[in-house]
DNA sequence: TCAAAAGTGTTACTCTTACACCCATGT
DNA sequence: ACATGGGTGTAAGAGTAACACTTTTGA
């Protein structure tokens, strides 16, 4: 097991997968960006934000750089997804390890970057190497983690209403939900504090809630880093 | 993001925490294999089975060449657990690609290999590197996944009884199960085929099940690779 | 016939789901 | 006043957990 350095090495990459909600007319809809090659293998195509790990910079670290190089933010919720490393699917033998992360923006910032769009995750182009099946897995362990952890207000501000934040749940797993069963759900969880304040709007005000910071409940077992 | 080929490159290497199923008097208990360092860095602690990636070996591959150099057995299961790529986990900047598995052998066949020897799982002494932390990390996932999925049978041959199935389940939780409520919820899962033979022991005979090859049911998401 | 595991029955309790209904506000 | 979303009540059904009970074998 002592490491024989005469092989050309093996390429270390992470790739990320960012993705944030859409507010339309009567819905929302979960949106991430994609960079257009600019070089061969795959020249012209889109693919996932990402580049080559730095020899000091730690993997999560490389994440958060490359998120923030392409769309100004900072994640509000950060997670490593796979590490894909076959030998056919890159030339020259990539090993990608792969982030997901959320990111609170509704609206795009000063995000208009050259050769950076952002598109609908569940409608996308043939992307470059196998980003499509990447981003595929990814939505799954999204709407997964949905259901047992409090990743959903990673897509909103520090206070919002019930509605808002059941908003983000139909967003990800795609259907409607009772209003009165989620009220029940996600205030018997514990997880939510509510304010004394209210979002005035067309109709009744809604209450405002925030995180109960304390709870770091359910979110899955310890950090495995 | 073109690949500049100047800093000493970063190691990609694979570990496997491979866990077998000892079965004792009364109960049955976690154990899985580790070798002995022979050189620095942490030469003479015992550590996870692994090697470094052959540049045209997938990583799956790799992790099923090490378990076979371990242990000379073949896995039941089979999957990536973690990429653990920190600064400071290893001199001279390495990832490892961690994988899990389960072995169907409860004796310890022609296993007895020089500097490999099998361990409790829940109570191993200081290990090199962060693997006493690759170790938690594996168990919690194993625990957590034997819940929703159908990974028990990792342990069983092909043919087994539901006492022997409710054992498995008991080893990996930690705790006993309702024999009476443990049948119900296997039978109605659909997941279980009875045999027309019947086990017989010092008591009344038990029915034997196989695995219901057709229901992938619940293996929880597509395979990411 | 007795101990012990195999297997069945029953009940209480929790959680989910569906949906009826009242409340409060802007227009 | 009324439409609309905010918020409460309720009851049926599914799933879980605890435990009493019957069955079948080897010793």
Request: net charge neutral; no cysteine; glycine share 6%.
């Amino acid at each position: 097991m002592t490491r024989t350095t005469s092989s050309p090495p093996i390429g270390v990459a992470v790739s990320t997968v960012i993705f944030r909600l859409r507010r339309e007319a009567d819905d929302a809809r979960l949106e991430l960006p994609l960079v257009r090659r600019t070089r061969d293998p795959h020249e012209g195509q889109w693919a996932l934000p990402g580049g080559w790990v730095d020899l000091a910079e730690n993997l999560e670290s490389t994440a958060s750089r490359t998120l923030a190089e392409t769309t100004g933010l900072a994640p509000s919720y950060l997670e490593q997804l796979y590490a894909f490393g076959d030998v056919g699917r890159s030339p020259g033998r990539v090993v990608s390890i792969v982030y997901w992360a959320l990111v609170r923006e509704d609206i795009a910032r000063a995000t208009e970057q050259h050769n950076v769009a952002w598109f609908d995750a569940t409608a996308l182009p043939a992307l470059a190497f196998d980003h499509n099946h990447i981003v595929d897995y990814a939505l799954w362990r999204l709407r997964n983690k949905v259901g047992y952890s409090r990743i959903a207000h990673g897509f909103l501000p520090d206070r919002f209403t019930l509605a808002e934040l059941r908003e983000v749940y139909e967003a990800i797993l795609g259907r409607r939900l009772d209003p009165a069963n989620f009220r029940r759900q996600v205030e018997g969880s514990g997880t939510l504090i509510p304010t004394d304040d209210f979002r005035t709007g067309s109709h009744r005000p809604a209450r405002l809630y925030r995180y109960n910071q304390d709870v770091e409940l359910a979110d899955r077992g310890p950090l495995p880093q």
